[in-house]
Nanobody, 116 residues
């Protein structure tokens, strides 16, 4: 019912920047929230940032001040601007969108690798 397409991952040196994007398509009636999660090798998937309908945002402590989540409602797209990247940010980043009435949908994931 809802499909997500992510882009923007890649390899970057420590201190560099990347911008991830995720676009939702399909039977979209109401987007309640859009979020980015990440999963590093051997670790659990964790919330990086989310954007709630109405505009409120939340960030993991580890990315506050470095990452910014934003959305384009007209294009059903969410972005994650990542600055001052660190090797610890290396992970597969997943987009998650909660659409009424379907519930949460996950993207396929995009690899972000930060070299020291």
């Amino acid at each position: 019912q809802v499909q997500l397409v992510e882009s923007g991952g890649g390899l970057v040196q420590a201190g560099g920047s990347l911008r991830l994007s995720c676009t939702a398509s399909g039977s979209i009636f109401n987007i309640r929230s859009m979020a980015w999660y990440r999963q590093a090798p051997g670790k659990q998937r964790e919330l990086v940032a989310n954007l709630i309908s109405g505009g409120s945002t939340n960030y993991a402590d580890s990315v506050k001040g470095r990452f910014t989540i934003s959305g384009n409602n007209a294009k059903n797209t969410v972005f994650l601007q990542m600055n001052s990247l660190k090797p610890d940010d290396t992970a597969v980043y997943y987009c998650n969108v909660f659409v009424t009435p379907w519930g949460p949908t996950w993207g396929q994931g995009t690899q972000v690798t930060v070299s020291s």
